[in-house]
């Protein structure tokens, strides 16, 4: 089981299956931040991360945090989706229905990302 305490590291934010193949090759330790809030979905970004488990099974995708800004929509997808810890802004009504929600799916919510988040520069594609 993750605590938002482990989280203390470097946050790094990811938007595809490139960028979260980086991160784990990587020698740093680093938590992901997938931007649900963006418009690609929790399905996209969790059919990304099952991906990335069945080629590193040692990665541990319960400490992805999946921003949902101030989307419900969002927040309740990817908790369906299996998203264990999931960042909502607190400012708006339906904050405290994310919470319940999520109590009943195993997940936390935070409202502030435990870290500055760390943007992967722009790869050079042919």
Not at 49 to 59: G, Q, Y
């Amino acid at each position: 089981m993750f605590t938002v305490s482990r989280l203390n590291k470097l946050l790094i934010l990811v938007r595809d299956l490139d960028d979260i193949k980086e991160v784990l090759s990587s020698s740093r330790e680093a938590s992901m931040v997938v931007p649900v809030y963006e418009g690609c979905g929790a399905a996209y970004y969790s059919e990304l991360l099952a991906v990335a488990k069945k080629e590193k099974p040692s990665f541990n995708v319960d400490e992805v945090i999946f921003d949902c800004s101030d989307s419900f929509r969002d927040a309740v997808e990817a908790m369906r989706m299996g998203a264990k810890l999931i960042k909502v802004t607190d400012d708006y009504k339906a904050y405290y229905k994310v919470i319940d929600i999520a109590g009943k799916y195993g997940a936390k919510v935070v409202t502030e990302l435990p870290g500055k988040v760390v943007k992967l520069g722009k790869r050079n594609k042919k």
